[in-house]
């Protein structure tokens, strides 16, 4: 499962829902830079770390693609065992070969953003960035090395002198390793317990036949390579990760579900050929409550991009989608696909790789007629009105995917299955 648009395509709701019959799900990629909402019999869970099975008891594994935050895993662990969800190694295994994320990361990440003006990125300022930096550089700290505190001063030695450096551009005082160590020494304890191999108990998992559902987080477009550069983050948000990112190999996946909202959001900066400035874009906004999980910053909004989704179902391979939120389009009198882009004299049938054209795009737009009553709340095909299971064909089609699921509220059984994923 990943997100197939700029993130928060509603995927936390749908790995929650799908995870029921899952026997294991796993986080392949991204960091707490994620923030997923699930809604259960009216209660409201956000997730940033935590894969979304974790809410059902699912067994729930962090796999070596993702940069773990030690103490923002603690916090989210306390928050969400107050809300009466019960969280051990029992249920939650983190690889051993993860790569942290330090206070220093989410300094620097804080420290660049500031710095950039006009080229911000606008961040999560969870120091996603920095940390995977220090992974490909072979400076990071992994959480294997926790056990091994006494060990780190070569590994500790590389990554100050880098950092220093960096730091000192900035007008920032040097790392003060004292600390740092000491604050690893106070958060081994709680999170060396959940270090395994991962690999292999995944391995054991799909040999025993075991049904592994993988959580992407944020979405195509942000992919560091297929995603909308540099306005990304900073890992490959495609299905093809699960493999690297969790040690299962190619063959891992089979079903990929792509999740994509009835419309468009983005958060932070960077190209967005549908983008409503207007009252139609608050509108959508307002309906849809789009406001980010993680930080509260405002998402922008806009009309459904064919040509953008159907390029993020080819580059990432999906199998089938799940369209979300169809229900916040109720109410408008007229809907509008995006199915091209005209730039200078041309007509686009894909999204261009230059970073200047794709910010000068502009839209071709097919116009529908939006439909009366609601799909709020809607559990069967047979209740959404003609006009919106149009809109759905229309889509289908314009992205040559099928529909496998709609989901029509936040609640977790709001939801309509078309095409099984974990048919065999
Ligand atoms: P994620 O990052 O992909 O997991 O998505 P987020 O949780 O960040 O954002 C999706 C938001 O939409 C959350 O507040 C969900 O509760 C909500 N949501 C999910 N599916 C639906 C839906 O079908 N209809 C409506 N109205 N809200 C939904
Ligand atoms: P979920 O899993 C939406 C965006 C940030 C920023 C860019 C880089 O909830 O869909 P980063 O902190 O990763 O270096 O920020 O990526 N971004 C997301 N946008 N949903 C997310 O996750 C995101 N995670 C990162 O807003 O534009
Ligand atoms: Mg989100």
Known sequence: MIGAQWGDEGKGKIVDWLSRRADAVVRFQGGHNAGHTLVVDGETYKLSLLPSGIVRGTLSIIGNGVVLDPWALRGEIARVAGQGVAISPDNLAIAENCPLILPLHRELDGLREAAAGAGKIGTTGRGIGPAYED???????????????????????????????????????????????????AIAPFVLPYAQPVWRRLNG????????????????????????????????????????????????????????????????????????????????????????????????????????????????????????????????????????????????????????????????????????????????????PAPAVKYISRITELIETPVALVSTSPEREDTILLRDPFAD
């Open 135 to 185: 992974k490909v550089g072979r400076r990071a700290i992994r959480l294997a090395d926790l056990a091994h505190l006494d060990a780190l001063e070569a590994q500790l030695d590389r990554l100050c002198a880098h950092h220093n450096a960096l730091r000192a551009g900035f007008g920032a005082g040097p790392v003060d390793r004292a600390a740092l160590l000491a604050e690893l020494a």
């Open 205 to 384: 998992l799909k040999r025993d036949g075991r049904r592994i559902l993988f959580e992407g987080a944020q979405g195509v477009l942000l992919d560091i390579d297929h995603g909308t550069y540099p306005f990304v983050t900073s890992s490959n948000t495609v299905s093809g990760t699960v493999a690297s990112g969790s040690g299962l190999g190619p063959g891992a996946s089979g079903f990929v579900l792509g999740i994509v909202k009835a419309y468009t959001t983005r958060v932070g900066s960077g190209p967005f050929p549908t983008e409503l400035t207007c009252a139609t874009g608050q509108k959508l906004g307002e309906r849809g409550r789009e406001f980010g999980t993680v930080t509260g910053r405002k998402r922008r909004c806009g009309w459904f991009d064919a040509v953008l989704v159907r390029q993020a179902c080819a580059v990432a391979g999906v199998t089938g989608v799940a369209l979300t939120k169809l229900d916040v389009l109720d109410g408008f009198a007229t809907v509008k696909i995006c199915t091209g882009y005209r730039l200078g004299g041309q007509t686009l049938d894909h999204f261009p790789t230059y970073a200047g054209d794709q910010a000068a795009v502009t839209p071709i737009y097919e116009e529908m007629p939006g439909w009366p009553g609601t799909t709020a709340g809607a559990r069967s095909w047979a209740e959404l």
